[in-house]
């Protein structure tokens, strides 16, 4: 059972029985025992709608403990689970509803309202996230029997207890969650990630997450229908048998600090934009003012300073965690110099979808300065270069968490899974001799030069972010000068009361000292202000292509 995604899972529901399992923030609590009846109750509605194993299942709305149930229910009754970003557009939705095949569709009553029936009629079953109410269904035995589950449960299991517990039995190459990448029609993919996957991210994050036990408190802001998420604040959450709190609005940072104060999550997971906020709000400008400048100075007094900056950061996350993984985009290098100064307890992992999605992975007091770690079990990586500790090249993985393909996309699969096993990234980077991975950029963010260099946009966008005012960038060529997309932090322009022309002047100040300190090829020579923050992908990460200006 232990070797099988499903089958750790099973285990988990019925070793921590009584424990409290899901919670939405300020909302109901369900335990493990609620949660194993509930996806019961989902196994009798899919029956009874005609929809089988291997059948796909989509799901749309933001997080919360029913979005959670929803795919534990579909998972363990054998049906492939769809996650859908509900901030997609409703025609991407339809899109992807359609072109995966979907039998089933859990939507949450925002997104329903925007979505239009007509166009999925393939879908046989409809329920409504919020509350479980049957919105459509081709079956009559699905109409007659939603109302009654209850009773149905009660009938079927007159003391429902952990030996009525009995999963699918999955095979390690089917197919088990299909996740899409993008919600534009044009760019989107479907990753088949099968159940060998799932149970190796598992699997590692149990063996190296040792600090982490049942009924440790997990908050979970992440959205579950990137894998990200999904994999490592919810999957691995349940198979510690931890408590996941989930942040069901938008998760502000104000909202967010309120949730690590209240529950202090033993683990955090983040993208790289909030921790780079909380430095940026709440520790450089104790070090901006003139006293702190001077003390940094003094041996002694500096390591003390430091000392209070680690701590106050620390309790900003809630103070009880071991640490902060940081994924799904690259961390800003300054922010990683100064937190690795200070000695703040955080790791950089680097993953992909196709990986499920773990590639490489060290803990805090293992990583190294500007790497993502080390292969983690099961994976292997090499970089397609004649020199790969001191030349840049495409990083190739392979191993367990490898995906089967892109569905329905065999072209788009042979692109990028070679016949030896081997998967390529598209992202570019080296590997010193003890097998630590850096990421230099991605193949196709690279810019060449007018001279034929090679421009990595992310090192110019890490100089710029980590600038006050600016709260993002994009720097596009034109293929003869760059230019800095930048989405100024606006609300403290207002709050500092700056004419838009102080903005232009400071931006014009930023463009100078960052050309400074680049290579002559990589100068900046424009800048354009941005009133709206940029469109971004299911991880939060710049959707590029949508910025990239027209070729003279």
């Not at 749309?60 to 029913?66: A, I």
Request: net charge neutral; aromatic share 10%.
């Amino acid at each position: 059972m232990e070797n099988r995604f499903l089958g750790l899972i099973e285990k988990s529901v019925k070793t921590h029985w009584n424990l409290p399992a899901f919670s939405d923030i300020g909302g109901k609590t369900y335990s493990y025992a609620e949660v194993a009846r509930k996806i019961e109750e989902i196994h009798l509605l899919l029956e009874k709608a005609e929809i089988r194993p291997e059948d796909k299942i989509a799901i749309v709305g933001g997080n919360s403990s029913n979005w959670a149930i929803c795919f534990f229910g579909i998972m363990t009754y054998g049906a492939v689970a769809v996650p859908i970003l509900h901030e997609f557009q409703a025609d991407n939705i339809h899109h992807i509803i359609r072109h995966c095949e979907a039998k089933g569709l859990f939507v949450s009553a925002s997104v329903w309202e925007r979505l239009d029936e007509a166009m999925i009629p393939a879908i046989r079953l409809t329920v409504r996230l919020d509350d479980w109410a049957l919105l459509r269904s081709h079956s009559q035995e699905a109409q007659a029997t939603a109302p009654q589950l209850a009773e149905l449960m009660t009938q079927k299991y007159p003391a429902f207890s952990p030996e009525d517990i009995h999963y699918y039995i999955e095979e390690p190459e089917k197919l088990a969650v299909l996740n899409y990448t993008s919600g534009t029609t044009s760019s989107s993919k479907g990753v088949m990630l099968p159940y060998r996957s799932l149970w190796s991210n598992t699997q590692f994050a149990a063996d190296h997450l040792p600090f982490i036990h049942a009924g440790d408190n997990i908050v979970c802001l992440l959205p579950m229908a990137h894998m990200y998420g999904l994999a490592f604040e919810v999957l691995n959450s349940v198979n510690k048998g931890c408590h996941v709190h989930f942040i069901t609005r938008r998760p502000a940072p104000q909202l967010c600090q309120d949730a690590f104060a209240q529950y202090r999550p033993r683990l955090i997971l983040a993208v790289p934009l909030i921790l780079e906020r909380a430095v940026k709000n709440k520790i450089f400008p104790h070090f901006l003012k003139p006293l702190a400048r001077l003390l940094l100075w003094i041996p002694g007094i500096n390591q003390l300073i430091f000392r209070k900056a680690a701590e106050g950061l620390t309790q900003g996350f809630g103070g009880n965690f071991e640490e902060i993984i940081v994924g799904g985009a690259a961390l800003n290098k300054d922010i990683e110099r100064f937190l690795r100064r200070i000695g703040f307890r955080f790791t950089v992992g680097y993953g992909m979808t196709e990986c499920g999605p773990l590639v490489a992975f060290a803990h805090w007091n293992e990583s190294r300065a500007g790497s993502v770690g080390k292969a983690v079990d099961r994976m292997e990586i090499k970089i397609d270069s004649n020199d790969p500790q001191h030349t840049v090249g495409e990083i190739l993985v392979r191993g367990a968490n490898n995906m089967l393909g892109y569905f329905k996309n065999p072209e788009a699969t042979a692109e990028v899974m070679l016949p030896d096993g081997w998967m390529r990234t598209g992202d570019l980077g080296t590997l010193d001799a003890e097998g630590y991975l850096y990421i230099r950029g991605r193949n196709k963010t690279m810019i060449l030069g007018p001279n034929g260099q090679n421009i990595y946009p992310e090192e110019i966008e890490n100089k710029l972010n980590n600038l006050p005012l600016i709260v993002e960038s994009l720097v596009v060529s034109d293929g003869k000068k760059l230019t800095a997309l930048i989405y100024p932090d606006w609300e403290h322009i207002r709050e500092a009361h700056l004419s838009h022309k102080q903005v232009e002047e400071i931006m014009g100040q930023y463009l100078k000292a960052v050309n400074r300190v680049v290579p002559r090829y990589c100068k900046l020579s424009l800048f354009q202000l941005r009133e709206e923050p940029f469109e971004k992908t299911p991880k939060r990460s710049i959707k590029r292509f949508l910025y990239q200006p027209t070729l003279a």
